[in-house]
C-alpha cells in the first residue's frame, strides 16, 4: 500500500545570473509543496545520483490534460498501487516546463509525484523546480545548478518525513555537487568553489 505525504518546497531565492530565466519567468507560481506518494513508510535511500534516468519515478494527472503528452503512470512507478492513472511521459519534462508556464496552469493543480528511491525522489523535485522557474535553457549548467540547489534544500528540510538522516543527506549533496561540476566543465563555465556546498544552501534557505 502506497503512503501519501506531502513535502514542503518553499521557493529558494534566485542563485544563478538573472538572464538565465525569462523576464518574469523565475517564480513565476511559488512553490510551497509537493504530494509525493511512496511505497509504505520507507523508501530505498542505496540509490546514487549518478546523472542516470531515474527510475519509479512519475509524475501522475489529477485528471484529464489535453496539451501534454501522458502515458500509463503504472508502467513507469510500478509496485505504487498505481492502476489507471495516466502520467506526463518521461521525455516530456521540458514540454511541460513550457506548457505549463505559457498556460499559467499551477503545477500542483495538476500532478503529483510518485517515486520510490532516493534518486527519484531527487530527480521529481529537481523537476519541480523546473516547473516553477521558466527560461530558454540556453545557459544549462546554471538552470541546473539552482534546481538541484531546491532539490536539495527540499530534501533537507523534509528529511524527517522521507527518513534520511544528515549523514545520507551529505553524500547525496556530494553526488549532485560532483554532477553539477560536470556540466559545467561541459560548457566550458568556471566552477565557483562553494557552489552547492552545506554552506551556501543553508544561506539559501534563510529567505524562507
Known sequence: MAEICLLETPPLPLLVPPGTFDPGGFCWCASTEIEW????AAIDLSTSHDGSDPTNMVFVMRGPCDFLPVELARLHAPGLGLTTEMALAPYAIDDATDELYARRVPPASLLWLAADNLNALFWGL???CHFHNHGPFVDRAYTELQC???ALCWIRRNAGTIGLDAGRWGRLRQEAEAQARSYFAAEG???REGWL???WLKAAEEAW
Open 37 to 40: 506518494r511512496r511505497p509504505g
Open 126 to 128: 529537481h523537476d519541480w
Open 148 to 150: 538541484d540547489a531546491a
Open 189 to 191: 563555465i568556471p566552477w
Open 197 to 199: 556546498g552545506e554552506g
